[in-house]
C-alpha cells in the first residue's frame, strides 16, 4: 500500500506565501517524476510544476518565478514554495508521483487527497 500525505495549504492573503508538503509512504522501491496539480472550482485538473528524480522541473507558465518545486528523494517528499500569491491560484492542489513498485516491478500513479489554497484579495 502507498499514501501520498499532503500538509501546507490554507487561507492566505494576496502577495503571500505558503510551502505544501507530500510525503510518499509505504511498499516504494522508487519514484521517478513527482509533481504537483490545481484544481479550481469548475476548471479541469492542471500541471502547475513537476520534478524528476533527476531534479529537472518544469512549471505551468502563470507560476514560473513564483513557484519553486524541489524533493528530498531520501524522505520521498516533494515540496511546493509557493511565493506572491495571487487570489487566481486559489485551488484545491493535489501531489502526484510515478512509484515503481510490486514484484515484477511495475510503475503506478498515486494521488494525494488534495489541500485547499485559498488566497485572498
Known amino acids: 500500500q502507498v499514501q501520498l500525505v499532503e500538509s501546507g495549504g490554507g487561507l492566505v492573503q494576496a502577495g503571500g506565501s505558503l510551502r505544501l508538503s507530500c510525503a510518499a509512504s509505504?511498499?516504494?522501491?522508487?519514484?521517478?517524476?513527482m509533481g504537483w496539480y490545481r484544481q479550481a472550482p469548475w476548471k479541469q485538473r492542471e500541471l502547475v510544476a513537476a520534478?524528476?528524480?533527476?531534479?529537472?522541473?518544469n512549471y505551468e507558465d502563470s507560476v514560473k518565478g513564483r513557484f519553486t518545486i524541489s524533493r528530498d528523494n531520501a524522505k520521498n517528499t516533494v515540496y511546493l514554495q509557493m511565493n506572491s500569491l495571487k487570489p487566481e491560484d486559489t485551488a484545491v492542489y493535489y501531489c502526484?508521483?510515478?512509484?515503481?513498485?510490486?514484484?515484477?516491478?511495475?510503475?503506478?500513479?498515486?494521488w494525494g487527497q488534495g489541500t485547499q489554497v485559498t488566497v485572498s484579495s
Open positions: 502526484n508521483a510515478d512509484i515503481i513498485r510490486g514484484y515484477p516491478q511495475m510503475k503506478y500513479d498515486y
Open positions: 520534478i524528476t528524480n533527476g531534479g529537472s522541473t
Open positions: 509505504g511498499s516504494i522501491s522508487s519514484i521517478n517524476a
